[in-house]
């Protein structure tokens, strides 16, 4: 794919809408006052990835009729790797010398599981409280949710891939929707009987990315007859229920759950909104500190946290 090519499906306004979620992270990880469900912030992070990846594959397959599983991997891991595992060395050296003798074996042995992004399995099975801060969490807790990302990077292309060559473009909408139910429903069970496994666990987060993948393919996009102010009116709801969710969820609140639904509908509003009339919201989420805002998130999401923690 040119450089050119690439380039025209570039979204300017998704930028700006990782600068709403970083911020509501940074927001409830610093303990500023009603924002205690900023930490949803992840799973819109999680609903831009499922919608900008599936889009990536979908194109690819469409302007050249395969998907380079080789290509796709190395891309990722150049992009994303080097920074996460400068994070890592920083924060575990750090810990060598802030934390006791008996914590940093363990900060250590975060580390390793973070490099590998396995973290989210790790602390799931060490059954941590993520918005407990009198536990002490790991300065690498935030790991978690990269190793969610990851693995999704790691299966998807290849559910994407078997998908087209078995059903066709025309019926991926099925396989997709498929994955987005069963993990929903497995989210629900958990969070009542294995809250740790539901809340950092690939299996109970991949629906959240599974929306985002359905409006890439056009399950969840807004009619073509949508007129522009319903549109603009949808991707302003979208941003009012994220907010909402950032003030009402707390810790206290059973998670992922039904409360899952509001970042992740939030979110799938304004995108579809966003995509169908890129009006007001998308040209204010276009403007220039917004997008630096985004452009920086991962950097920002890898160093907050242990900064704040150590």
Known sequence: MTKTHTKSYFRPDSEGLRAIAIGAVLLCHAGVPGASGGFIG?????????????????REWNGSGRID????????FRRLLPAALLAIAATVVASYFVLSELRFPSVAEDGAAAALYVSNIRFANNAIDYLAAETAPSPLLHFWSLGVEEQFYLFWPLIILLSLRSLKLARLWLVVTVTVVA????ALVWTDVAAPWAFFSLPTRAWQLGVGALIAIGVLKLPRRTPAWLAQGASW????VICFGVVYISGDTPYPGTAALIPVVGTALMISGMTHTPGLPAAL???RFPRWIGRISYSLYLWHWPILVL
């Open 183 to 186: 993990s929903f429903a497995l």
């Open 69 to 76: 599983l080789l290509v796709f991997y190395a891309r990722r």
């Open 285 to 287: 989420l276009s403007t």
């Open 42 to 58: 992840v799973d819109v992070f999680f609903v831009i990835s499922g919608f900008l990846i599936t889009g990536l594959l979908v």
């Open 237 to 240: 709801l979208g941003l009012a």
